[in-house]
């Protein structure tokens, strides 16, 4: 099994924290909650920020692991960050869009959420060519 940088590993996590502060912030959080159904207020009654949160960095640090394994050691920038937007945008955002497709789910939601993941991925993909 190759080595994967931890400290890539743990930098694409935390760009893919910064990123989802500033896509579900700034950028799309009013379209997201609209395209979700939900108020502001609804969504931070019903959240646990510790749970949210914690898992949610678990969860990325085995992404940006498992990408850091796909990827392997020292990986030529072109290809890292091109291997990243291929995954975030051909792996998850196509599986996204087909459960949300038979979901009924508005196409808006489709964009936003696959954007992420897309630009979550190149991140990863830039951390590991610099960090790798």
Not at 7 to 30: C, D
Not at 57 to 77: C, D, K, M, Q, T
Not at 114 to 119: D, E, M, S, T
């Amino acid at each position: 099994m190759p080595a994967v940088s931890l400290s890539a590993t743990l930098i694409a996590t935390l760009l893919g924290f910064v990123l989802g502060a500033m896509w579900y912030g700034p950028l799309f959080g009013q379209r997201w909650m609209t395209a979700v159904g939900r108020s502001r207020d609804e969504i931070q009654q019903n959240a646990s920020p510790v749970k949210t949160y914690g898992t949610t960095f678990v969860l990325g640090l085995i992404a940006s692991y498992v990408f850091g394994l796909y990827l392997g050691p020292n990986p030529g920038r072109a290809f890292a960050v091109t291997a990243g937007a291929a995954a975030g945008v051909c792996w998850v955002a196509t599986s996204l869009a087909t459960t949300y497709l038979f979901e009924g789910r508005p196409f808006a939601l489709i964009a936003i959420n696959g954007g992420y993941h897309a630009a979550r991925f190149t991140l990863m993909g830039l951390a590991f060519a610099l960090l790798g």
